[in-house]
C-alpha cells in the first residue's frame, strides 16, 4: 500500500521558519522524483520544490529560492522541506508527492503551514 505522510506543519510567526516531512513507503522510493506543492484557499495547487531521483537536484519556484531547501534520504525514504523566513504568503496546505510516470503518481494528504502574527 502506498503511503506518503507529512508532518512538522503549524502555526509560526513571520519571519520563522518551519520542517516539513514526509515519510514513503509502498514503493520503490529511490526511483521517484519527489515534489512538494502547496495550496492556498482560493487558489490553484503550485509546485513549490522538486528534487530528482538520481543525482539529487533540486529545483525550486521563484517565489521560494533562497529560502526553501528540499532534499532526501533514500534509506530512510524520507523527503524534506526546510523552509526560513516565512512570510504570511506561505500560508498554505503542503503537500508531498511522488512522481515517476503520470500513472505512477502519489499525493500525501498534506499538512497545515500558517505563518501569522
Known amino acids: 500500500q502506498v503511503q506518503l505522510v507529512e508532518s512538522g506543519g503549524g502555526l509560526v510567526q513571520p519571519g520563522g521558519s518551519l520542517r516539513l516531512s514526509c515519510a514513503a513507503s509502498?514503493?520503490?522510493?529511490?526511483?521517484?522524483?519527489m515534489n512538494w506543492y502547496r495550496q492556498a484557499p482560493g487558489k490553484e495547487r503550485e509546485l513549490v520544490a522538486t528534487?530528482?531521483?538520481?543525482?539529487?537536484?533540486?529545483n525550486y519556484a521563484d517565489s521560494v529560492k533562497a529560502r526553501f531547501t528540499i532534499s532526501r534520504d533514500n534509506v530512510r525514504k524520507m523527503v524534506y522541506l526546510q523552509m526560513n523566513s516565512l512570510e504570511p504568503e506561505d500560508t498554505a496546505v503542503y503537500y508531498c508527492?511522488?512522481?515517476?510516470?503520470?500513472?505512477?503518481?502519489?499525493w500525501g494528504q498534506g499538512t497545515q503551514v500558517t505563518v501569522s502574527s
Open positions: 528534487i530528482a531521483s538520481v543525482g539529487g537536484s533540486t
Open positions: 508527492s511522488a512522481f515517476r510516470t503520470e500513472t505512477s503518481r502519489y
Open positions: 509502498g514503493f520503490f522510493f529511490s526511483m521517484y522524483t
